[in-house]
């Protein structure tokens, strides 16, 4: 797997250049077990590698002088947001310094005139929203977790909001960023839109740490709408409610949300929550916009559910409602881990093409059967995205061979059908193999790249290529 | 300007490279003085540079084998749509092999389902329109000419329908190209969203030809709105327009196109046309949506407009009158050429954060005035990006300079506004110099990515960077 000599076979350097950023860092850097602990992994099965150490830098300039010691010991530099990812991203497989970016989290700009605002890496998605409330502006990306928003532009984050506001890839002007050097660089202005040379912008947003460090973003904002529905609706069938979605999406209704969730997913979230929903599948979602707008939408799909199947529709209108609706869907990760307690969560990712999407994951469907292990089904099937989420104890060897064959039987559907093997949690260390197999002719330009940038692969090495 | 040893300036090998490339071309491959002159210019006030030859392929598999033919004697490689770009991106500067994609103009593939469609780079954006009218879909981007979409996708082209629907950024799911050893690579699947690795599809876009030959392009298509309503309004006072458009933006009308035109521009599409706008200032603007949304909308600005001077609605419902305000607009380049006839057109392309616009255009207005040149402003100011285009006579030295410093004045006024030197028509070879004045930490990051990619510059030497 090693591709560079990292510091950790070479104790000496390793040692000067932990003096060194001591020296510039003080209590700032650590090297206590327990810190790098919790710093060498995410959320995800993938096993613990510690780093060396964690820097908590407070500054770009700071941030730049870490990367100028680290790339002249050669030192692996991994940046760290909320360690709520899920593909071994932030594992320090080569061992290296951990840059934790949670003291830069100043919101440092906000201009409701240009509907956009400039914030540190380390500040979190929900910390943005609560802050922007009295705007009348809001951030719609939701991958559920409250991630930095660093590690949401390291990721190419989405979520739920994805199918009407965009992903990551759509929300963001500009970043600053350290590379590899120690350079501090600003990618694009901040004008909606530019055709000013290469778009770096969009070249980091999904580069997973690999290429430099998300030190500040600028990102485009939204109007809260002045009316939000949401609704629940049971299918007697997973095809019902997969059609369902299909045809909202291909008539054109706006829908801020569509959320599938199977019966199994439904049986973790009420066990989780106490929540009583009835054992069939079920869309979640929300509609934004006018009011006549949100009532012209939410009657389309009220339509269509109902020539689906669907089992009329439960409103939650109420802010409250409608939160705990969202709660319901966000938890379900640690829903479906409480499950089994002490079991790690594999959290597949594929997206496909619309047109393929019911046969995808009625596919799935058998094939999760064909296992006979429980692996619920969830997804943000506006965008024909769909995660199988089964908890797995990555020491038992039989467990994790069913489901790494399983795994590899969904993307290889996915990838046969157009799609690809990750819609929004990244390659990381999990899919690497997975990147190869859906972009062959692509790799080595990406591997090129990444050469370019940090000839001495000492930027999150081993991840994604 | 020169980077490289050119086989122009090596006589011996460009005979060897035309000879390899006549036998795989045949009667596809042309010397004649007419064909190159032709190529060797767009529409702008940029010199004509004729490339060497101009090659005319039919698949991916001859653009490659042409690039490898190129490759071998290091001849420059500079592809060409239609030639109606204006940064002089297509002038072969350093002589070379122009690739002309017309003869690809294949629609491949159109999934109304997944409401995406992939097509050669030749196919242009109307001959995409007709050919989809029966789908019911469209695909939005306009740029005014009749452009073809590689050459769209190589300038990160946008124009009046990007306010709602974006701009070839977020047009395309995926490209395939062919990069300077002459390897065919597709970007990405064809899945709505992905976080499989770099974002190869967004670093090609607006390239420029300079990384490689954009050959196919999946696009994503929009449903054609059930109700379309098109309207225009004079304005007292310049400012009053243009701040109708900022408030309409800020409160979240999701209008589909928003087009100022002072009244220099009123003037040059009356005096063309012969119609009969009267002299203030105007917008033009289109509503998407259903037909409550669409009044819903139009009713918004229409009192927004009546808070800022605007003088009446007048409404354009019928298809024939919506096409004849929108061919008003997008004859405007012809139509100022035609007040001086043969006179080259010099665009303009700034774009500034909405809040900085009325600010922008009133001092750029004022400007104007001090030169006591004639210059017409026209902007998709939904996206705060406007064009001054004063026509001139490129051998007339005076006009030139007072021109080249009125322009200059205006990117540094723009760039200190937070905005950027091109909105929509690129970097090419007119505005190399501002480019680095507007990104100075972002260039060595894009001459690393132009050397990794391309190591000999054969791609497009000597534009954008």
Redesign the interface.
């Given at each position: 797997m090693s591709q560079i000599d990292t510091a950790v076979e070479n104790p000496a350097s390793l040692a000067k250049a932990i003096t060194e950023l001591s020296s510039l860092l003080a209590e700032r850097l650590s090297t206590s077990a327990a810190v790098r602990d919790h710093h060498g992994h995410d959320e995800s099965f993938h096993k613990t590698y510690p780093p060396d150490a964690v820097a908590f830098p407070q500054s770009n300039e700071e941030v730049a002088e870490i990367v100028k010691i680290c790339a002249r010991y050669r030192l692996a530099v991994i940046p760290f947001g909320t360690g709520t990812a899920l593909e071994g991203g932030v594992s320090a497989i080569h061992g290296g310094l951990c840059i934790d970016m949670s003291l830069m989290a100043e919101i440092t700009r906000v201009?409701?005139?240009?509907?956009?605002c400039t914030v540190q890496a380390g500040v979190t998605r929900r910390q943005l929203n609560d802050y922007l409330r009295d705007t009348g502006l809001f951030f719609p990306v939701d991958p559920g977790a409250n991630a930095s928003i660093g590690g949401m532009v390291a990721?190419?984050?989405?979520g739920t909001n994805?199918v009407r506001y965009?992903?990551m890839?759509?929300a963001v002007l500009s970043l600053t960023v350290v590379?590899s050097d120690g350079?501090?660089?600003?990618?694009?202005?901040?004008?909606?839109?530019?055709?000013?040379?290469?778009?770096?912008t969009?070249?980091f947003?999904?580069?997973e740490g690999t290429?430099g460090v998300i030190c500040e973003i600028t990102l485009r904002l939204?109007?809260i709408?002045e009316s939000i529905a949401a609704a629940v609706c049971g299918f007697k069938t997973l095809k019902g409610a997969v059609d369902t979605v299909?045809e909202t999406?291909?008539?054109?209704v706006p829908i801020a949300r569509i959320e599938l969730l199977d019966e199994q997913a439904i049986k973790v979230i009420n066990d989780y929550n106490d929540y009583d929903y009835p054992h069939v599948p079920h869309l979640f979602m929300e509609f934004h916009?006018?009011q006549?707008?949100t009532q012209?939408q939410a009657e389309t799909v009220q339509e269509l559910a109902a020539e689906h199947g669907g089992n009329g529709f439960s409103w939650a209108l109420r802010t409250e409602d409608r939160n705990k609706l969202w709660r319901a869907r966000h938890d379900f990760a640690y829903a479906t881990l409480a499950q089994r307690p002490g079991s790690k969560i594999l959290a597949t990712?594929v997206?496909?093409?619309?047109?393929r999407l019911a046969e995808c994951i009625l596919e799935t469907k058998a094939d999760i059967s064909s296992t006979g292990f429980s692996m619920p089904i969830v997804g943000h099937v506006g965008?024909?995205?769909f995660h199988v989420a089964p908890t797995v104890f990555p020491e038992d060897k039989q467990e994790m061979a069913l489901v790494d064959e399983f795994h590899d039987r969904l993307i290889l559907r996915a990838?046969e059908m157009?799609?690809?093997?990750?819609?929004?949690?990244?390659?990381g260390l999990g899919?690497k193999q997975?990147?190869l197999r859906?972009?062959p002719?692509?790799?080595?330009?990406?591997k090129?790249?990444?050469?370019?940038?940090d000839p001495d692969n000492i930027m999150n090495p081993g991840k994604?290529?």
């Open positions: 201009s409701a005139e240009d509907m956009d990721t190419r984050a989405s994805a965009g992903t890839r759509e590379t350079a501090i660089v600003t990618t694009s202005t901040r004008a909606r839109k530019s055709a000013a040379g290469y778009d770096l969009r070249l947003i999904g580069s290429l939204h109007t709408p299909i999406i291909q008539m054109g916009g006018s006549a707008s012209e990712d997206c496909v093409p619309i047109s965008d024909g995205n990838l157009g799609g690809t093997c990750t819609g929004e949690h990244g390659i899919k997975y990147l859906e972009l002719s692509a790799v080595p330009l990406m090129a790249l990444k050469k370019a940038l994604v290529i």
